[in-house]
Each structure stands twice: as structure tokens, then as C-alpha cells.
């Protein structure tokens, strides 16, 4: 089926600990995102792609990293966790950035660090 | 710097009543605006998208206004439902290639 799937869709690490977050679109979308939704902050941008090798900033890109080798794929790796990135992390694709495209969500990772 | 509040942060109805959900944005020199509907454990799915040109959008049930001058927007739900329990959020963007801005969701309860 087409849409869009993230894994896992629940993470326990402790602090200091390598993590990857896997998102993985069948749409052929140019265009993906990663958000963090916390309470009372809606949703943040962390890291978006254009296209394969192409990726820029969001509005809170400390302490991730983020790849695009291939199209479909764009996972966030969390270099060295901490519990401030405890949090509900979305994945989303279109086919242009911006308001005027609807994003594609993903069903979420819940990640907590202790 | 944009942002997006909604108010109330959560609310909760009996089942048929119409109600009204709010969403502000400080800068408004917005391009378009969305509604979202976020279920538990799930993504958020779009429901309207108003052009920064039209004062409202409808589909079914649901009237979204935008009145971009005192920068508010609306989303009116007639006759409410158990189903429409959900959150719903809000997002802006100021150019149409410009990164989208949320606000922080108001949940709904409706009461059967």
C-alpha cells in the first residue's frame, strides 16, 4: 500500500546512546520532513529534504542528523540522546514544500530517553 | 518571527452541539492556511486548506474562516459527533515554498 511508515513506533534509550529513527515514503514525493511534537509546542520542524543529498534546517536542528541517500527514505539519527529530545517524532512528504501542498504524516515514533 | 496559538487547549461537548475552534497568528502576511485532525497515536491528516484570497472553505460538516487582517481563523464543526474526537491544529505558511508554522492543537472531546 502507498503512504508512509515510520519504525519503530516506540523507543526506550538512555542518554548518551545512538538512535535511529526510519522513515520510508512510496509516493516518490521529492519533498520530506521531520517534526517534534511536544505539549504545548505543536509541531517543530527539526530537518527537511528536498530531494536525494539534499537537506537543510528546520527551526531545531541541534543534536540531529539527518540523510537522504535514496528518495524514499530520510532517517534521523540521534547523535548522542539526551532526555530534552524525549518527544513524538513525525515524518511527513509532498510533492512541494509549503503551505499549499498537504504533507503526508506518518504515524509517529514515540522516543524516550532516560 | 511567526507564531500560532489556539485557544481553548482542550474542549469538551455533548454530542450534536456546534462549536467553534480558534487559531491566531501574530504575522499576517500569511500565504494559506490548513486545518489538521490529529486522532491518538496517529499522523495528522489535512482537512482544509484556505487560500490567503478566500475568506472560508467548507467539506461536510466543517467551515474553516480566515480573516487575515486581525489574524484569526476559525473552524466551525456542525452537529458534533463521537468520530470528530480528535485534536486539530492549525498551519500557516508565509510564501507558498515557505516552511509551514503549527500551532499547538486544541483537543476535542465529544461526548455520545
Known amino acids: 500500500d502507498a503512504g508512509i511508515t515510520q519504525s519503530p513506533r516506540y523507543k526506550i534509550t538512555e542518554t548518551g546512546r545512538q538512535v535511529t529513527l526510519m522513515c520510508h515514503q512510496t509516493?516518490?514525493?521529492?519533498?520530506m520532513f521531520w517534526y517534534r511534537q511536544d505539549l504545548g509546542h505543536g509541531l517543530r520542524l527539526i530537518y527537511y529534504?528536498?530531494?536525494?543529498?539534499?537537506?537543510d534546517k528546520g527551526e531545531v536542528p541541534d543534536g540531529y542528523v539527518v540523510s537522504r541517500s535514496k528518495t524514499e527514505n530520510f532517517p534521523l539519527t540521534l547523535e548522542s540522546a539526551t532526555r530534552s529530545q524525549t518527544s513524538v517524532y513525525f515524518c511527513?512528504?509532498?510533492?512541494?514544500?509549503?503551505?499549499?501542498?498537504?504533507?503526508?504524516f506518518g504515524d509517529g515514533t514515540r522516543l524516550s530517553i532516560l | 518571527k511567526q507564531e500560532v496559538t489556539q485557544i481553548p487547549a482542550a474542549l469538551s461537548v455533548p454530542e450534536g452541539e456546534n462549536l467553534v475552534l480558534n487559531c491566531s497568528f501574530t504575522?499576517?502576511?500569511?500565504?494559506?492556511l490548513q486545518w489538521f485532525r490529529q486522532d491518538p497515536g496517529k499522523g495528522l491528516t489535512s482537512l482544509l486548506l484556505?487560500?490567503?484570497?478566500?475568506r472560508e472553505q467548507t467539506s461536510g460538516r466543517l467551515n474553516a474562516s480566515l480573516d487575515k487582517s486581525s489574524g484569526r481563523s476559525t473552524l466551525y464543526i456542525a452537529a458534533s459527533q463521537p468520530g470528530d474526537s480528535a485534536t486539530y491544529l492549525c498551519?500557516?505558511?508565509?510564501?507558498?515554498?515557505?516552511?509551514?508554522?503549527f500551532g499547538p492543537g486544541t483537543s476535542l472531546s465529544v461526548i455520545p
Open positions: 509516493w516518490s514525493h521529492s519533498y
Open positions: 529534504s528536498a530531494a536525494a543529498d539534499i537537506t
Open positions: 504575522d499576517s502576511a500569511i500565504y494559506n
Open positions: 484556505i487560500q490567503s484570497s478566500q
Open positions: 511527513a512528504s509532498s510533492v512541494w514544500p509549503g503551505i499549499n501542498q498537504p504533507q503526508h
Open positions: 498551519a500557516v505558511g508565509k510564501t507558498s515554498y515557505d516552511k509551514v508554522i
